[in-house]
């Protein structure tokens, strides 16, 4: 883990993929974030209203709603707009970016993502 000097976030973890969801968010507590992890595209988005995260991380490959569609609805709620949302996703072509970018995703990270990588992401957001 890093020294990052930046403070803790507020992360939503949405991966259909629950031990891949649950040891993410167990290894951002130990990085002093707090966490939630959601395994659906519906839970997302209630979620989200309700956590108030400073970021998502989303999965693009969920079944029934993908990622994008996630992304775009989100963008659309209140209060979800200003979000930052990172795709964390096994589809890492030129192409999957690029319509990630279109779909509202602020950051695209391809999995297996790094820690050093993630935590230098979750830093350059403003701090509440």
Partial sequence: MTDS???????LIVDD?????????????LGGHETASVYTAV???KH????RPDVVLLDIGLPGMDGY???QKMRELPGLRDIRL??????GRSDDRLRARDAGFDDH????????????????????
């Fill in 5 to 11: 000097k930046a403070p803790g976030r507020r992360v």
């Fill in 17 to 29: 993929n629950e031990d891949a969801a649950n040891s993410l968010a167990l290894l951002l507590k």
């Fill in 43 to 45: 839970d997302a988005l």
């Fill in 48 to 51: 989200a209203s309700v956590f």
């Fill in 69 to 71: 569609e996630v992304a």
């Fill in 86 to 91: 990172v795709a964390v996703t096994g589809y």
């Fill in 109 to 128: 990270l391809t999995k297996p993502v790094e820690y050093a990588v993630l935590e230098r992401t979750l830093g350059l957001l403003r701090a509440r």
